[in-house]
């Protein structure tokens, strides 16, 4: 994570807490050293970030720091907490608890809005009985996708036939109660759509398929313009 990235990360995590929280703390969630959290922390406090607090004891950023211009508006957050309930009934347990931590941390940016929970929202979701959660090998598959990994994975078709393949994983596509991983498949030398559900994630590679994934997905698109398709094609398309 780029220093930059990582300071702005650090004050988004300082704005949704409500009590002091030690550098230890702070470093174990941006996946960083204490000692890379106290200079950030000072970084943060030469620009006039508010912070309260010291090493050993905890930090606290105090309310009213980058706020009304940018507040959200009650529409704004309801759509916001709708996406992100969808997220947490139903995404894999990784994403579903970013979800949760999003949501403090964008209500805890409203310029005098209420803490989490104390305001209840206009509109919630509900998933419906069909509804599948996602297995935690989807989180496997994002960070492979962000971190361009071929993947080792076997594979079910809907007639039962199976078959090993390496693949490169593209892009999962979100259908109500389906998930449908696009990849380059080595086999077939050709894009193609797997189910995740009847997908078994066996190996992340150390190796990083060649190429720009943006050119990648852009290749992806040109075949598959309508993605949408994919929900009636994925068993056809993955052989």
């Known amino acids: 994570m780029a220093r930059t990235t990582r300071i702005f990360e650090l004050l988004a995590v300082l704005r949704a807490r409500r009590v002091p929280t030690t550098a230890l703390e702070l470093a174990r969630e941006l996946g960083v050293s204490s000692r890379s959290i106290y200079r950030d922390i000072e970084t943060l406090r030469a620009i006039g970030a508010p912070i309260d607090g010291q090493a050993g ?30 997220v947490q009934q139903r995404a894999d347990p990784a994403l579903a608890g970013c979800g949760e931590s999003a949501l ?20 919630v979701t509900a998933a419906s009985l069909s509804a599948r959660l996602d297995p935690p090998q989807v989180a496997l598959l994002r960070d492979a996708i962000r971190r361009q990994r071929k993947v080792a994975i ?25 998930r449908v991983l696009a990849a ?12 995740v559900d009847r997908l ?28 949408r398709s994919l929900l009636t094609v994925s068993d056809v398309a993955a052989v």
Do not use: M
């Open 104 to 123: 403090a941390k964008i209500l805890a940016a409203r310029a005098n809005g209420p803490a989490l929970g104390q305001d209840p929202p206009a509109i």
């Open 57 to 86: 004891v905890g930090y606290l950023l105090r309310r009213g720091f980058f706020l009304p211009e940018f507040a959200f508006s009650t529409d704004e957050l309801d759509a916001l907490a709708l996406g992100l309930g969808w």
């Open 184 to 195: 380059w498949c080595e086999l077939r030398s050709a894009f193609r759509h797997f189910r």
């Open 200 to 227: 078994h994630v066996k190996e992340t590679l150390q190796d990083r398929y060649p190429g720009r994934r943006q050119s990648i997905v852009t290749r992806w698109q040109q075949q598959d313009r309508d993605w």
């Open 154 to 178: 076997g594979y079910e078709d809907a007639s039962g036939a199976r078959s090993e393949r390496i693949v490169w994983p593209v892009i999962i596509v979100y259908f109500d109660d389906v």
